[in-house]
């Protein structure tokens, strides 16, 4: 029983010992994998070599069983440093091999013959295996993007555990067009190139511009039935951030194009709800006056009833807007302003379609206005409903409110307070609000009033907030 167990034990090292790592497959753990990685043979070929059964039957060993025997006792030997010995130090491992041979000799455990045999025996690495460059940075990074992805997916910390499980992974990533895509990005940095790509010119890329500061990426997605399926990611920037996966962009120009989009959108929306009703139905409507989105629309199928979509979406792009950036917009974080990328256009009025093409902001800053009002006060939205003081979901939203954020306010100032003696919680209280001479008047008076305190020193009633 003990015999099994310390085979068992013995077994489950040799499965498990670490090997280093081999370019381009990664870590190595277990004596056939290191068998693999490291010499290119196959583990049952060396198994069925070194049976016990075929080492008694012949005298001396074949080179096969030679060079076998020879493998597996570097790498068991390895285990001490292994990104040493099967790497800088691979001529100390076949000294160090050589002495262990001559030591099992003379203790018996392997007859001269075999001695001899084992220290001709030459074991050199896979070529493949000691190349040290995994080439250019730009190919790894979709691998590293997709290992980053299966981590996730399987519920993962590290990548470091990841590299220690035992899978095989498919990707929908088509390497040709990919590696294609990529060269393709790299030569757009040769002014050559660039040109024939259409970059070059008023608003582009200059004769004085340095090109290979300018940073590519192209992320491409084929339509499938199962979902959409990722074919190329790539970029052709030399360094380590992904510029498809790890970074944020501010893209105005952009930007502009998906309000395009949105806006297009709801007009399609509105022409679809809006263009079976007759004229009398239309006109009995009750629009908000600042919902300008539906009015357009409904004015435009007033006067032409038989209007298809495609000629509503064409005058959509027609919708005239004030260029000036002398406007103050009310947005979620306050009242901003904006301005243009040429002040030559701050006194303009242009179309959708001219501001997208000039790219020109304060066009599509108020026709965000637009579908921000279309949203809160077309027919049934909420902020119709909450202006007017006696709606029953005015006062429903308000208690909900009121109460979420007592709750939330109360649970603070119990969790900053509890526990605390009075002068600790005073002085914790002026710490948090800026030391004006009024505002602590106001605060030490109302503690005062309401709950007893007296001041400590009234003649420096400010010394506990310096």
């Not at 000294?95 to 203790?107: E, P």
């Not at 194009?257 to 009703?277: D, K």
């Not at 109302?446 to 310096?466: E, H, M, Q, T, W």
């Amino acid at each position: 029983m003990h015999l099994q167990a310390r085979r068992a034990i013995a077994l489950a090292y040799v499965n498990s010992m670490p090997l280093a790592a081999v370019p381009g497959s990664g870590a190595v753990h277990g004596l056939g994998d290191g068998l693999q990685a490291w010499y290119g043979v196959d583990f049952a070929t060396v198994n069925r070599l070194l049976r016990a059964e075929a080492l008694s039957a012949p005298v001396t060993l074949s080179a096969a069983q030679t060079t076998a025997y020879r493998q597996v006792l570097c790498l068991l030997l390895t285990q001490r440093r292994p990104a040493y010995y099967l790497g800088d130090g691979y001529a100390a491992l076949q000294t160090l091999a050589d002495s262990y041979v001559r030591l099992m000799t003379s203790q018996g455990v392997i007859p001269i013959d075999w001695r001899d045999a084992v220290l001709r025996a030459r074991t050199p690495l896979r070529a493949d295996a000691l190349v040290r460059d995994p080439g250019p940075l730009v190919h790894q990074k979709t691998a590293s993007t997709l290992r980053t992805r299966l981590a996730q997916e399987l519920g993962v910390e590290r990548l470091y555990d990841l590299d220690h499980l035992d899978l095989t992974v498919a990707s929908t990533i088509d390497q040709a067009t990919q590696h294609a895509v990529t060269e393709m990005l790299h030569n757009l940095r040769t002014r050559e190139h660039a040109r024939a790509a259409g970059l070059v010119g008023e608003r582009l890329l200059g004769a004085k511009d340095d090109l290979t500061r300018v940073v590519y990426s192209v992320t491409l997605y084929e339509r499938h039935h199962q979902g959409n399926r990722l074919r190329v990611h790539t970029d052709n920037y030399a360094r380590p951030l992904d510029i498809n996966e790890g970074i944020r962009l501010d893209l105005g120009s952009t930007a502009k194009l998906r309000t395009l989009v949105h806006y297009l959108e709801l007009i399609a929306e509105l022409y679809q709800r809006y263009a079976s009703q007759p004229s009398q139905a239309l006109r009995a409507l009750e629009i908000d006056r600042r919902d300008h989105l539906s009015r357009w629309v409904i004015e435009r199928l007033q006067v032409l009833p038989q209007m298809s979509l495609q000629a509503l979406l064409h005058a959509a792009l027609e919708r005239r807007y004030s260029t000036s950036p002398g406007e103050g917009f009310f947005t979620g974080g306050g009242l901003h302003s904006f301005s243009n990328f040429e002040a030559t256009d701050n006194h303009k009025v242009l179309s959708v379609h001219q501001a997208l093409r000039d790219s020109v902001n304060l066009v599509y800053i108020r026709l965000m206005r637009d579908i921000v009002y279309h949203y809160l006060y077309r027919p049934g939205a909420m902020a119709r409903q909450m202006e007017q003081a006696d709606a029953p979901q005015r006062r429903a939203s308000l208690e909900h409110f009121a109460d979420r954020e007592g709750r939330v306010f109360l649970r603070r100032f119990y969790a900053k307070y509890h526990g605390k003696p009075p002068q600790e919680a005073v002085e914790l209280l002026t710490h948090g609000v800026y030391a004006e001479p009024v505002r602590l008047a106001t605060l030490y008076r109302d503690i005062a009033l309401r709950r007893g305190y007296a001041v400590r020193n009234p003649a420096d009633p400010f010394a506990s907030a310096r």
